[in-house]
């Protein structure tokens, strides 16, 4: 898998330069890691080229890592397949809190559609140019996006939920 | 939610509510649909009903108490994903797992395969009136959920296996259950086939209803059966074999049109397929142990936790959720029943994950059901939503 590496670096680092920050292998997966503002433009050019041809979104999902430096308190990270091939990769991109706008790719692969709802669901991500942003698995009321770290496990606005007797 | 707009094209069109619990959905789904006449003009889909945080619950959790929540995803065939989950803990810390635990893996995962796969088709026949089909084949389901009984205790879910291979050897018992299945189900799959597969009455119910093209199902996110049904030959056993599935013959149905009666084909074909992979892993059957040389996350004996210190250490530190992980990301999937079954794990060392993601099929492939249902009749959805096999557990994870 590390010549799919190699090829696919060479080929961004020609396109886009620097915009690629680092190339790896984690486990049996080759990842990328490229500044924001060049994903989307990344992703276009990695379904279209012949060679390569990432048909397929396998899944994308959010990260947040608190810890980390401003710049890089968000993370999205999306998998790309190319069945025939079996050639399979993951970008990544980090963003900091205040700047969660992200351009949607539900437009070059429709399956993002959900998925995005879904991030945006529980991180809080703003796909920009997404058809339908809104909640998809929590109600709509909620206020919050419930998968970042600061929020507990537990709703600590209920009041149904006392313990007092088990001492939670 | 909002109420789709029900006056285009200067007609009045009515609006019906699908669910949330509507007897022929087969679980929690609501679909708001403007109607004409019977004809459906346009869907919108609700889901998570019966959402339960999982992502945010494995966050919280050690490695080995993440199996019970990945029964619940799809619990018709809760093994698969346990095995899954397994797997993806395995290749983070990189085990070895012996061959005779692959080859048993096999054996429950290729069932469960069949279980699952029992329930759709059956459900599908049942959606079309055919009710007989399903109370006899639900009796081979049954047997499976037996032998599922003898090696773990569970029959639905499951929680089977063990970070590093399976708890215990299948016993005498279990040898005996999984032999009276094999004798059993290719007579009662037969009988199945002979009622169902060329009956009039299916036929004209299945054939060209809710199809879908290869193009448009791989854009949508399809896996599994589903996509095979629309001629794409892609099964995560044979692109990336995992648990020795590289050993095994078998062969990937495929179908042309993608419509309901090719997914139940695909299905049924591919109960005949895991029939001769389960018989292949008892016929080759390797000796040795059955889990891992992995104290430090497999339950020691306990009889060596009553008399030895060391095993005692370890038994607490894997009871208290203390064992020591490596950092790392690590994606695995496994061919579930609908499709590819993926675990997105980032670990920072900690006792629990820091991120798990679940790639859930169903969830992905389900928001294409408005677009396929649309010009249909209402009876028409309710068999594509049913061919198309979406547990509701994990489509709202």
Known sequence: MSELLQKVKDKLESKFGDALLSAEMHYDFPVFILR???????????????????????TMCGI?????????????????????????????????????????????????????RQEYDFFGFNFI??????RILNMDEMNYFPMRKEYPLEDLGRSDKSDKMFGR | MTAPNNTYDEKNYSTLNLGPTHPATHGIFQNVLTMDGEMIVDAVSTVGYIHRAFEK???HRPYNQITTI?????????????????MTVEKLIGAEIPKRAQYM???????????DHIVCDTVIAVDTGAMTGFLHLFQYREWIYEIFEEICGARLTTNIGRIGGMERDFSPKAWEKIDHFMKGFPKGLKEFQSLVDRNRIFMDRTINVGPITAEKALNFGFTGPNLRAAGVDYDVRVANPYSSYEDFKFDIPVGTNGDTYDRYSVRMEEMWQSYSIIEQAIKNMPDGAFHADLPEFYLPEKQDVYSKMEALIYHFKIVMGETEVPKGEVYHAVEGGNGELGFYLISDGGRTPFRLHFRRPCFIYYQAYPEMIKGSML??????????????GELDA
């Open chain 1, 64 to 116: 947040h890592q608190p810890d980390e430096t401003e710049d890089k308190q968000f993370g999205l990270m999306y998998q790309l397949h190319n069945m025939p091939k079996n050639f399979r990769i993951r970008l990544k991109t980090f963003m900091s809190k205040s700047d969660l706008d992200m351009p949607t790719i539900s437009d070059i692969y429709p399956t993002a559609g959900w998925m995005e």
């Open chain 1, 36 to 58: 924001k503002d060049s994903v989307k433009d990344v992703l276009i050019f990695l379904k279209e080229d012949t060679d390569l041809n990432f048909h397929f979104l396998t």
């Open chain 2, 105 to 115: 893996r096999v054996i429950i995962m290729e069932l469960s395969r069949i279980a």
């Open chain 2, 57 to 59: 619950l494995a966050e």
């Open chain 2, 70 to 86: 990945t029964d619940r995803l799809n619990y018709c065939s809760s093994p698969i994903n346990n095995m899954g989950w397994h």
């Open chain 1, 129 to 134: 140019g997404h058809k339908n942003l809104s």
């Open chain 2, 379 to 392: 009876s028409d959805a309710i068999l594509t939503m049913s061919s198309m096999n979406v547990i509701a």
